[in-house]
């Protein structure tokens, strides 16, 4: 059975770091696309980023440069750094399996249940 | 960077009803266009992709169709449980990105 797990949300001050995990079984993470997608409270849903089978990595624009998204192999887990928090940052962060399916870039087939981020004083 | 702009951004309709939900892109995305569902308090859900192909164990009333910039979601036979929000994500190139979403109320 495919499973994603998202952990290390929490509460966070603004100008400070957190990295979130998802563990991820039934599949290999490396041998996929997998992706952050993130959603404000009472928002729509947010394109963060991607890391496909070679390590090759894609943020949006409104995350690159504050953003890291690495994978460890041997858990196969992925991580996203998140640096320089931001009020706006605040929302609940899905990984998701991406497949290419007819595509040439990942679309989400598997998601996991979020994590909650939230950047307050 | 390419825009996705659904309509409308919230619907209500009877049980049985035929609902359509619009998406329309920026740029000319051919058919890298994918739908989800959203249910309160959930994650989303893939039900269409490549523009109009059925995800497996999604349910037939769900179709989708379009190509280029405009593309649609229907329902054929609204039913209780449709109650969610609906996003299209264009897959055409980075960065991705979504529409604005289609809440979906059941009368």
């Known amino acids: 059975e495919v499973q994603l797990l998202e952990s290390g949300g929490g509460l966070v001050q603004p100008g400070g770091s957190l990295t979130l995990s998802c563990v991820v079984s039934g599949f290999t993470a490396k041998d996929n696309y997998m992706t952050w997608v993130r959603q404000a409270p009472g928002k729509g849903l947010e394109w963060v980023s991607v890391i496909d089978s070679g390590g090759f990595t894609n943020y949006a624009d409104s995350v690159k440069g504050r953003f890291i998204m690495s994978r460890d192999n041997s858990r196969n887990t992925l991580y996203l750094r998140i640096n320089s928090l931001r009020a706006e940052d605040t929302a609940v962060y899905y990984c998701?399996?991406?497949?290419?399916?007819?595509?040439?870039?990942?679309?989400?087939?598997?998601w996991g249940q979020g994590t909650l981020v939230t950047v307050s004083s | 960077d390419i825009q996705l702009t659904q309509s409308p951004s919230f619907l209500s309709a009877s049980v049985g009803d035929r609902v359509t939900i619009s998406c329309r892109a920026s740029q000319d995305i051919g058919r890298y266009l994918v739908w989800y569902q959203q249910k309160p308090g959930k994650a989303p859900k893939l039900l269409i992709y490549?523009?109009?192909n059925l995800e497996s164990g999604v349910p037939s009333r769900f179709s989708g169709s379009g190509s280029g910039t405009e593309f649609t979601l229907t329902i054929n036979g609204l039913q209780p449980e449709d109650l969610a929000t609906y996003y299209c994500?264009?897959?055409?190139?980075?960065?991705?990105?979504f529409g604005g979403g289609t809440k979906v109320e059941i009368k």
């Open positions: 998701a399996r991406g497949r290419t399916t007819l595509t040439t870039y990942p679309y989400l087939q598997h």
């Open positions: 994500q264009q897959v055409d190139n980075y960065p991705s990105s």
């Open positions: 490549a523009a109009l």
